[in-house]
């Protein structure tokens, strides 16, 4: 995807859209996320680094509120190239992303049972740009989560979304997801899932996941395009749940 390449050096400026209601988890499976609530009073971090011709970083920290709410904060889209020694600023180009983005996120968890809730949330904020040129991006979405339901830990969801033209770039606004994970021991899991349509966050992945402690999953994973705008990447994240 073309970007603007701009210099490291450059003094960090930015400025975020604080529009937030009702929200769903930013805790994400890859793509998808999981639906999740962070515990009252806790912290949730995820970090995420995507490795193909550019390596992407993609950085979510959530604080639990209570009462099944919690928000956070978003950096989406940080893009480094090696040959460059540089990184990647999208604020023009509408065929692709605009990154990076900060955006603050949200959660409002509705337990219908024990292994079964709704959750319906956004991410909303602007594209960093030392020219000024913000634009508002958004993703919005509604997800099903159902979770010890054959077995322990093992988890659906199934979802829809809306995505802005500067968050998912050329493509379908409106689309849907699906994501499992299945445990195979105490230890290890695999994930799957997909994200239809023919945006920028159009991915089918897989994945496996280790959890050296129990609150700190690791996950490896592969992302294959759903469309042919995509690349294929290989996936790491780093997540500290709260305990």
């Given at each position: ?13 930015g ?18 996320p999981?639906?999740?609530?962070t ?32 928000i ?19 604020d023009r ?15 409002k968890q ?12 956004t ?12 634009r508002?991006?958004n993703?919005?979405?509604l ?7 054959l ?20 493509g379908?606004?409106m689309?849907?997801w699906?994501a ?31 959890l ?8 490896l994973?592969l ?21």
């Open positions: 995807m073309s970007r603007f390449l701009y210099s490291m050096n450059k003094s960090f400026a400025w975020l859209l604080l529009v937030a209601s009702a929200a769903v988890a930013q805790q994400n499976f890859i793509n998808v999981s639906g999740e609530v515990k009252a009073g806790k912290f949730f971090f995820q970090q995420q680094l995507n490795f193909n011709e550019i390596i992407q970083s993609n950085t979510t920290i959530d604080y639990g509120l209570g009462k099944d709410f919690e956070g904060l978003n950096v989406l889209g940080v893009d480094y190239a090696e040959k460059s020694n540089s990184l990647f600023l999208n180009n509408d065929r692709d992303p605009y990154d990076p983005l900060l955006t603050v996120n949200g959660l509705f337990e219908l049972s024990e292994t079964f809730s709704l959750s319906i949330g991410q909303i904020g602007v594209n960093v740009d030392f020219d000024r040129r913000y508002p991006a993703l919005t979405y997800n099903a989560r159902l979770q010890d339901w077995w322990e830990n093992f988890l659906l969801v199934t979802g829809a979304y809306y995505n802005s033209k500067h968050y998912g770039g050329a379908n606004r689309g849907g699906a499992a994970e299945l445990p195979v021991t105490e230890k290890w899991r695999v994930m799957g899932e997909s994200v239809f349509g023919n945006n920028a966050i159009s991915y089918t992945s897989f994945g496996i996941i280790f050296p402690r129990p609150h700190i999953p690791l996950t994973g992302q294959i395009p759903n469309t042919p705008s995509n690349a294929y990447a290989l996936v790491f994240e780093l997540t500290i749940t709260p305990r």
